[in-house]
């Protein structure tokens, strides 16, 4: 059975709007599959007849509404602050889609990827990100893994750019796979990154901070656990 992610009404941001049109649609806008749809009640309804669980929703949602078991931002982290603690720069993720026994990490599939996980990545001195298993998703369930990293590779490159936050991405290629590595995308001028990107990442804080009760941001510290409120990659970007 396909595990789908989990709409948790409470948490999400549209409950605060009484009337009037929904807040936040980033769901809705990144599903690749067209299954989540913001009706007049404002909150998220997920169609699981055409849902294939690539989890990018629960990747993206602002205020962790919508939820995974296998989508956990906070383990990755701290699984990289232990690689760079043994000085290790560099992070194979593999996922469902392949067999890799020397990958440091599985997940479900790359559209679990985002720009503010893997900025979090690199400052905790992670240099290389290479991924295994894009080139499997016309053969696989979940399908959505290449395209959304495509975009999410686009994005990303604007805070290398504008930030200087340095993360290198590879695609790994089997010996069976005749297509080469495909080259990086090229980085868009800096005026776009200011205008698409911190807009969103401000646009997110201030709708979670406006709108969620007794919640601060605060820094996390190594090894502590993080208190409730704006979802963990949010703070540590912030």
């Known amino acids: 059975m396909i595990e789908r992610p989990a709409v948790r009404q409470e948490d999400c941001l549209n409950a605060h709007v009484s009337s009037g049109r929904a807040c936040c649609t980033r769901c809705a806008d990144i599903c690749p599959a067209y299954a989540i749809t913001v009706g007049q009640t ?45 000085g290790k720069t560099g992070l194979r993720a593999a996922c469902s889609a392949v067999s890799d026994p020397s990958a440091d990490l599985t997940i479900s599939c790359h559209a679990t990827w985002d720009p503010l996980l893997l900025a979090c990545l690199a400052a905790e001195g992670l240099r290389a990100l290479e991924l295994n298993g894009l080139t499997q998703c016309t053969s696989c369930s979940i399908r959505h893994g290449a395209s959304m990293m495509k975009q999410t590779e686009k994005d990303y490159a604007l805070l290398n750019k504008a930030l200087g936050v340095q993360l290198e991405i590879r695609h790994q290629v089997t010996d069976h796979d005749p297509k080469a590595a495909r080259a990086a995308p090229p980085v868009p001028e800096r005026r776009f990154f200011f205008r698409r990107f911190v807009s969103s990442v401000v646009q997110s804080a201030a ?17 502590a656990k993080p208190s409730s409120g704006l979802p963990i990659r949010l703070r540590l970007f912030l």
């Open 207 to 223: 709708m979670a901070t406006a709108t969620i009760e007794k919640k601060t941001i605060r820094p996390v510290e190594a090894g």
């Open 42 to 86: 404002h909150i998220p309804r997920l169609d699981e007849t055409r849902c294939t669980a690539c989890t990018a929703c629960a990747a993206i949602c602002p205020a962790d509404a919508i939820t995974h078991k296998k989508v956990k931002p906070r383990h990755i982290i701290e699984h990289v602050r232990s690689l760079v603690a043994q």
